[in-house]
């Protein structure tokens, strides 16, 4: 494969959340209480057979009001240093390609009800798998840089992109 070659995706379905303004959402799933719900397309409605039984899943999709890629940029967690954007979470990337972790509340024919939405309203879904607990949890795992930063989830639960410009 050529390294310039044009991949395209299309979406399998739209996610519906309570945030309408990037500035507004949480800063990752795992900090978010705000339900949602993910609205399958139904060509695509089969792809959820079994998948009631599982408690969190991966939504994969597209950020589609990202700005421009900017390959440096200061992450929330340390304001003070630039940072790689392969080594930081940000939406404005070379593929602005997002991916969640969020809990599974419910089925409802081609529709998913989740808890810890942190993207946008009408949202491009992209994929879902499964988490895995025994594939997706790995022990001594090292965070970066982020290590280095001293903080508790209960701190940086209350920031937004917006809180964060103020």
Not at 122 to 151: H, M
Request: aromatic share 10%; with cysteine.
């Amino acid at each position: 494969m050529k390294a310039k070659a044009v991949i395209s995706y299309k979406p399998i379905g739209i996610i519906h959340t309570g945030f309408k303004d990037c500035k507004d959402t949480p800063i990752q799933s795992a900090l978010s209480d705000a339900d949602g719900t993910v609205e399958v397309f139904t060509e695509y409605s089969s792809g959820l057979k079994d998948i009631e039984g599982f408690s969190h899943i991966f939504l994969i999709y597209h950020f589609h009001q990202a700005g421009a890629c900017s390959l440096v940029q200061k992450p929330f967690l340390d304001n003070k240093k630039q940072r790689g954007i392969f080594a930081i979470r940000h939406f404005n990337r070379p593929n602005p390609i997002g991916l969640s972790i969020v809990e599974l509340r419910g089925v409802k024919g081609n529709i998913l009800e989740i808890r810890g939405a942190d993207m946008l309203d009408g949202t491009p879904l992209l994929d879902i798998k499964p988490y895995i607990r025994q594939f997706d949890c790995r022990e001594n795992a090292r965070s970066g840089w982020v290590d280095e930063q001293k903080f508790e989830i209960s701190d940086v639960k209350k920031y937004t992109p917006g809180s964060l410009q103020k």
